[in-house]
């Protein structure tokens, strides 16, 4: 019996050693590969914030990119895109990722989180004097995108999915209350009086998302009331508690509660487009990037035309834009901006807008032979990008998510009844608070 069982453990350590032998030579062997660098494979995080189906959009181009064969120094460049939800969750993610020491290569993130991560990114501004292609690039962005991708006179990231706040109106509702199809509201006096024209028969005139990217509503009203952004160019201070700011932000409550022609409480940024779709609303205010999905989902003529004025027309741009970490190799960061060159350009720039909605960045996307057809055939499209001329830099401070959540929250409590004056006035000290190390 002992001999038996000798015999029996003599082959199980056997077969343990060759094992350890096989699992050494994979591991040894997969190093090898590791190092040779056969490929860079890039890992891009990418966030969703309006409807349609955008994921089915990026997988395509990824799928398009990886065959293309671009090499950085004889390495093929790949990318992987990672799907981290809407914006607020693409940054926790990110920010998460970055603290365990396994950052993205790459991320979409909102164009205005620069001071948030702006420890974990590198300037561009050297990838950029290097690669003549890098230059002609930046220099064809449309200016009002590049407000919030430079500062401290450094370039930190590229625009992609970029956008404006866009009045969407239905010209078949219109036409049922007597209004001209082809004459939306021009001035906040007007929203109120065809707003009243429109809401009956259990439909609203208007809708003003407040949650996700309320804050962003809240600044084109404030823009348009006064000579005054909300912040400081340099991120350190921000006024929200301006007599302009608090007149904004009553103009919103007062559609609801005084003029009665959008419904009561806070609307969510998802539902808005959705009631808009479905015939609930006459008009509502969303971003560019739902261009298409209306146009897709809508069964009724619709127009989008430049946000209506107070004492002048104006809006913030929004969106995201392409970051390039830096604790990744000089080969990756290389590769990551071979890919932001290739995304960007003109015609699959146009395309983009095509496909999603959002504007092309660049100048020459509007000239290519794709996008003149497309804006021939649905003219709404060129909309937004008529509005940068009106255009403004989007909110940004340090301690963004901080100070945005004091901002939203305080919108979000004014219009369930707080008082508007009180409610900014505490949102202005909380945020001094938060900015005052930085000054």
Known sequence: MLALLFFVFSILSACNSNSSKKDSGDQESAASKESSGDTIDLTWYYPVNVG????????????????????????????????SGNYDESMTKVQTAVKNGKSPDMAVLLSVDLFQIKDSIMPLDDLIA????????????FPGFMLNSQAEGKTWSVPFQRSTVLLYYNKDMFKKAGLDPEAPPTTWDEVVDYGK??????????????????????????????????????????????DEAKEALQYWIDLSKKHKVMPKGVLDWNTVPTDFIEGKTAMMLSTTGNLTNVKNNADFEFGVAFLPAKERMATPTGGGNFYIFKDISEDRQKASMEFIKWIADPKRAAQWSIDT????????????PELKAYTDSFPQALTAMKQLENAHKEISVYEQGKIIKILSDAIQAAINGEDVDKTLDQAQEQADALLKQYK
């Open 52 to 83: 349609g189906e955008i994921t089915k959009v990026i997988d395509g181009y990824a799928e398009e990119f990886n065959k293309e064969g671009i090499e950085v120094n004889g390495k093929k460049v790949t990318v992987k895109p990672v799907y």
């Open 130 to 141: 290097e690669d003549p292609e890098a230059k002609k690039m930046m220099d064809d962005f």
């Open 197 to 242: 024209k429109l809401t009956k028969d259990g439909k609203w005139g208007i809708e003003l998302p407040a949650t996700i990217s309320g804050y962003w509503i809240y600044q084109a009203l404030a823009l348009q009331n006064g000579e005054e952004n909300l912040m400081s160019d340099d991120g350190k201070e921000v006024y929200f508690n301006s």
């Open 357 to 368: 909605g959002y504007i092309a960045t660049r100048q020459s996307s509007y000239e290519t």
